[in-house]
């Protein structure tokens, strides 16, 4: 049986994005002709995998910053003479897989190559050179290329090799209600809110977005971010954390409580202005909920060009004061997110590769 190890995720059971989405879903569905090892990060350990075809590595090393990418070359070097093929999830791992190949020229690498992530603001001079670095590594050099948005075919043409588009998948758990406990600790839920879900970066615009709100204070925003995770993140926070009509919410990383706010909401904001197909506007699609996204090409591929746009925040703030009318996405959108078609599409990228 084929073995491939994944690199660059938080492991199984990882609640902290697409990726970790991801990993959890090829756990649970991949095809049984290969075995899948996971790596679990120190803050992540488990005894064991439900999946008799995953084999759970727990390591003593952190999967967070500088920490993560040495977790990620230690265990490429670690287990290339085991592996048959590596999926690298980002390319910051990659150069270390162009090593290991000189001890096991049979192995394969797939690398989804994320985000465009030597633009974003919050990465020093030092940290964007060799993600960009990586990335050039990666386009010249990796087997196959995933990238999850079709935008990203202008970065990823650099020679004749197999490039793939597969974006994440979506699923929403509806079994929780609106209790009187749940209530007490989510109590806009009562209310008619707008909703936003991100990370605490610049590029994510957070900031911008509750200052849209502080203008417009008979409307309700909730923003769901890792708000003590970044000082950008405590800076919003700070600001904004006292406004009566906007709720902050720091790392709510339950699934059942997250998608039950989505549920309620009545519109999801998309401000993310440099990845590809965003997980958190995904799983809004598949929510059926209306979307109003910031108009970078990305989350027009990702939605087809369903929802409404807008160029800039004075553009936000007519939409939200005009209460714009905003169709729900259509069917083939979801059916187009569904995570039983996305790792059927993953399967058939590695086992096209592992079977020649």
Not at 158 to 172: A, E, F, Q, S, T
Not at 294 to 306: A, S, W
Request: charge should be positive; aromatic fraction near 14%; glycine fraction near 6%.
């Amino acid at each position: 049986m084929k073995k491939i190890v994944i690199i660059g995720s938080h492991g199984l059971d990882g609640k902290y994005g697409g990726w970790d989405q991801l990993v959890n879903n090829l756990a649970q569905k991949h095809n049984d002709s290969y075995e899948l090892y996971i790596i679990n990060p120190a803050e992540n350990s488990l005894t064991k995998s439900s999946s008799v075809n995953v084999k759970i590595i727990n390591s003593k090393i952190s999967g967070f910053g500088i920490k993560g990418l040495f977790l990620d070359y230690f265990y490429t070097f670690k287990l290339c003479l085991k592996a048959d093929a590596f999926l690298f999830l980002g390319c910051k791992g990659f150069p270390a897989f162009l090593v290991a190949k000189l001890l096991n020229k049979h192995i394969k690498s797939f690398v989804n190559v994320g985000g465009i992530e030597w633009l974003r603001p919050q990465y020093n001079f030092f940290i964007k050179m060799y993600l960009k670095w990586s990335f050039k590594l990666t386009i010249s050099y990796a087997d196959s290329v995933i990238i999850d948005n079709e935008f990203y075919k202008t970065f990823a043409q650099k020679r004749n090799y197999d490039l793939y588009v597969i974006p994440y998948g979506g699923y929403i758990d509806s079994s929780l209600i609106s209790s009187d406990l749940i209530l007490n600790e989510f109590p806009f839920l009562n209310k008619d809110y707008y909703l936003s879900i991100s990370r605490s970066i610049p590029d994510n615009k957070i900031k911008e977005l509750c200052e849209t709100f502080v203008l417009h204070n008979s409307k309700d925003l909730v923003l769901v971010s890792n708000f003590s995770s970044t000082e950008y993140g405590k800076s919003v926070y700070d600001l904004f954390c006292n406004v009566p009509n906007i709720t902050l919410i720091d790392g709510l990383y339950d699934k059942k409580k997250l998608d039950l706010v989505r549920r309620k909401c009545k519109a999801y904001i998309h401000t993310h202005t440099l990845c590809g197909s965003a997980p958190s506007l995904i799983e809004m699609v598949v929510c059926e909920k209306p979307i109003i996204s910031i108009d970078v090409p990305q989350n027009r591929y990702t939605l087809d060009g369903e929802a409404v746009y807008f160029k800039n925040f004075e553009d936000l703030s007519k939409i939200i004061n005009l209460n714009v009318k905003i169709k729900k996405c259509s069917k083939n959108l979801i059916n187009k997110y569904s995570w039983d078609r996305v790792i059927t599409d993953y399967d058939n990228c590695m086992l096209e590769k592992l079977v020649n």
